[in-house]
């Protein structure tokens, strides 16, 4: 098997994913969005988990940092994806393990990714309003210049 076979196996897979989560080709109402949404997500969770690392985890939920013993932690929004290094306690607390949705420590984040059924200006705003949200609630590490 060569790259370009790979390729078209990955590519027929996208086309299947994108067509078990198209409300208009399923024929299905609006009332069933969030959970074309939701399998949106695993599909991506589950296609993103065969290219990393062993060391490295998926899941989903919410970030939690605390700054200061005295002061309440912060917890991000809820996150579509979270990348955790396994190496490093990665997590707090399982609010649901069949849809592997858990709070976890800021210390062990890799990456975070926001998934979008629809990719326009609109959600693109909003997947930066959570990435903003973020950096100001400063659970993630300010950069250093």
């Not at 390729?7 to 897979?13: D, R, S, V």
């Not at 200061?68 to 190496?87: G, R």
Request: aromatic share 10%; glycine share 2%.
């Amino acid at each position: 098997m060569n790259f370009e076979d790979i390729f078209k196996t990955y590519e027929k897979f996208i086309e299947y994913a994108v067509s078990k989560t198209d409300l208009s080709t399923r024929g299905e109402d609006l009332q069933n969005i969030k959970e074309s949404g939701g399998m949106t997500e695993e599909i991506i969770k589950n296609f993103f988990a065969q290219f990393i690392p062993k060391r490295y985890a998926i899941t989903s939920g919410y970030i939690i940092r605390s700054n200061d013993k005295d002061k309440e932690p912060i917890i991000s929004s809820q996150l579509d994806m979270i990348v955790v290094d396994t190496l490093v306690p990665h997590s707090f607390c399982n609010l649901d393990d069949k849809a592997s949705v858990q709070v976890v420590p800021w210390e062990c984040v890799v990456a975070v990714f926001e998934i979008k059924r629809t990719l326009n200006a609109k959600t693109i705003k909003e997947a930066l309003n959570v990435f903003r949200k973020l950096k100001t609630r400063e659970i993630l590490p300010k950069e250093k210049n």
